[in-house]
């Protein structure tokens, strides 16, 4: 009966402080109220599945988030910035030259290493003849990859487009992943169907889940929101593949090459307590599309044979981006112009 007791008081300090916080007119306003509240827009941001994150990166309607424009900083990482489009900053790459746009989540982006240490900024040092563009977004699904080449990609006129591949991605595929509104795809009689488009902000997100701001006290479980539409590997499998079929087509369509970048996690380079995955047949579809194919994954295996560090953080170290530039530099010789 104590615990019963104890749960019973805490439930009790626990109404009473939502109650001070809510109800008295001084706290209440500095905490909640529209203009210059202090808690209101990160407790929106946590409301709608975001996190510290949102930093460097904005809501999209049509994306769901990119990266914020004209956008620079001194982070852990190191310098951190991007354009006045929202494309990482690729330090050193010509301003002329073989026109170069990557595609990919937060790999390509080059999360936890400052703008020279990404494998964008490290491809363009060993390829000085090529005018890279990295439109690389954390987080992102396939589908959303797709849409931002369409939007973002396309209008640059590339001569090669890079997909960088995570395996990762395809478990983004649907209605939501981390508990973020996005927009998703379905497969239907004459391709793909989209859904969820205008993407909501994190405060309309969050009034749409009839969340208020102090249902948090309660425990990060209750604002996830309505829960995501739930689907099987294999339905995102077939999703996945059509996304990157219909990149593809659309980037041979406009006179590009399109290359396709293997970038491999910790279960596929063997690190200890990865978790495993089914193998995705990323060689055998570029060779039946006659794709050109990059996968660092040797070089990257014998470098941990030898002691390197490849991890920082949740992603690649610097060591690990030169491997990934190098095993990329050579595949566009024949791809590029």
Sequence with gaps: MRWALRLLVAALLLEGLVRVLVVLPPVRDR????????LR???????AGLGDDWEYLEHDPA???QPRRAWQKTTLWGEVGHDATGARLVPGTATEGTRVV???????????????????ARLAARRPDLAVTNLGVPGFS????LLRWRRDGRPLQPDVVVLG???????????????????????ADDGLAWHGQPVPSPEEACRARRLQPWTLLLGRWLVQGTP????????RLAVSAAVVETLWREVEATGA??????????????????????????????EEHGVPFADPTPALKAALARGVALEKGQHYAPEANDLVAAALAEALPAAAP
Aim: glycine share 12%.
């Design 31 to 38: 905490l909640w109220g529209p203009e210059g509240g202090e």
């Design 41 to 47: 827009p990160r407790l929106a941001l946590a409301c």
């Design 63 to 65: 994306l769901g988030w």
């Design 102 to 120: 990557l595609l990919g989540d937060s790999f390509t982006y080059g999360a936890d290493v400052g703008n020279g240490e990404t494998w964008a």
């Design 142 to 145: 396939l589908e959303q990859i």
């Design 165 to 187: 591949f995570v395996e990762s991605d395809i478990d983004r595929t649907g209605h939501g992943h981390y508990g973020r509104d996005k927009p998703w795809a379905t497969l």
């Design 228 to 235: 995501f539409a739930q689907t099987t590997r294999s339905e």
């Design 257 to 286: 090459t399109f290359v396709l970048l293997h970038l491999p996690m910790d279960s596929e380079l063997g690190l200890p307590g990865a978790p495993t995955r089914p193998p995705v047949r990323l060689q055998a579809w570029a």
